[in-house]
């Protein structure tokens, strides 16, 4: 700690004399956390409250900017509980003060919101996230009609002029510095459409220790959030994007996590095509900006740990972020909002009327009428109780049994919930433990090994690769087409290892062609011989 900074800190002793003073009662006082205001919690046998006492030369017209903030949300008898000002004898929301240096400062008082910071909440699960969500919506929703003449300014955490980060690079590791730097460019390839999103003022700084929640009946739920001093005029989506930043910290599953606060944000204050787009592009802009903040203070106030409190958990949170695929990312947003998660769904839906495809195009010789359903489905019959399908090995013998009783060839599986993904190739980690993937993402045409797999559409192969393990795809291939300006892919797994072979990466197949065989259980990701087909919308 610096001398400089010796002179301009308020000490608890004085906080209390300005109580005292300037409002009148006794009472206890202790240090809170801030970066702009000095805060004290006031304990007076009536009531509590929040001090802040604003550092030397701190623009009085900003803290004005938050009053005028509090007064319009209080004014809207919003459904949460805002803190507001306490007025001191003179009836005043905001007072000068000298302080015992000399320092004129700006004070004022709020009412203390009691509950629980959200960063001390152990339990951070769904329900708590969802609730953060709806709280913010309400409050992004409140502050549309809100202007004032501060809300337009120079502000190193607004996200819309984080690119200010970008000559500090070099204060990274070569790691982070490169993910940073692809981060910066995504944005400013979005920047045409990042700029034309709707604006408005926001809270923007909805961090684990500006939430407040509460705990009733064993559910943790938020509250309330506190502090406007970061609001700002800015994309609306920014508010999302700060509370994600801040929501997903410590989850397993950050994705998940973030649609938990999308879907109840969603609910109350309605999100656009748009916004949902560029969400994953500014979250991950806002933990750069936190990162990069936590980097320069550190060596302009080493002694100041609060101004560091994220810099560990952005730190994990922005290499799992940006391992999300933004597409990906934007289709999980979308569906969380109960919107179609892929836009181009429509598009294939009116390719797909006009070009019927023929089942022989993918099996060779195989007829429509040839086909018969086949449920292996978690409420199936036809696989009965665990022990028929906790190995492929029984439900394998059963098929093709009925296969050649039946000469036929089956089909299904289309959507289907399925209990015997048992593997750890379907094993994945979400937030409240491990789960398994169960809903089965293409169509099963079950028929014997060797048997001829074509294409059902002109196309050029981008993709040959074997997932050679257990319950995997096995021996997989990747076509890409492109038709009437629409560009699609389909995947055929479970395929011979000759299969690998047969064809080459960018060879041009036609519709009908030959590309590979079916392949036999051990080689085939272990499971009975059957082509996998998906159909895929975006690479």
Known sequence: MNEDYN???????????????????????SKLNGEIDFNFKVEAPSDTYVLKVSRPGY???FIEFQDQILQHLENQNLPIDLPSAFRNKNGDRIFDYNDINGHNRKVRMLNWVHGELYSSVTMQDAHLRTSLGKKMG?????????????MNRKFEWDTAQS?????????????????????ISEFKRLAPLYDGLRKSVIHNDANDNNIITKTESHQTEVVTL????????????????????YGAMDCKDPLSAACDIVKSYHQNFPLLDGELEVLHCAVGMRLCISLTKSAINKKAEPDNTYLQISEGQALNLIYHWLNIDSNFATYAFREACGMTPCQLVNDFAAYALKNQWNIDHLLKGISIENLQHLDLSIDSKFLGNYS???TSEHYTT????????????????????????????????KNE?????TVHMGIDLWSNAGHEVGVPEDGVIVSIYNNDNDKDYGPTIIVEHTVEQLTFFTLYGHLSKSSLTYRNEGDVVKKGDTIGFLGGQNENGNWGPHLHFQIILDR
Do not use: M
């Open 138 to 150: 309400i409050v992004t929703k409140a502050l549309l009609g809100f202007s004032h003449e501060y």
């Open 163 to 183: 690119l200010w980060i970008e000559p500090y690079l070099d204060l990274f590791d070569s790691k982070l510095k490169t993910a940073i730097s692809n981060l």
């Open 398 to 429: 059963v098929i093709q049994e009925h296969i050649q009783k039946r000469k036929c060839t089956l089909i299904g599986g289309y959507g289907e919930p399925r209990p015997i993904y048992t593997t750890d190739a379907y094993k994945v980690e």
């Open 226 to 245: 506190i502090d406007f001093g970061d609001a700002i005029y800015s994309q609306t989506i920014n508010d999302l994007a700060v509370t994600i930043a």
């Open 433 to 437: 433990g491990h789960e398994h993937r």
């Open 59 to 61: 623009d009085g017209a």
């Open 388 to 390: 028929n399908y906790i």
């Open 7 to 29: 002179t301009i800190i308020i000490s608890d002793t004085e906080a209390k004399s300005i109580v005292t003073d300037f409002f009148g009662f006794e009472c206890t006082v």
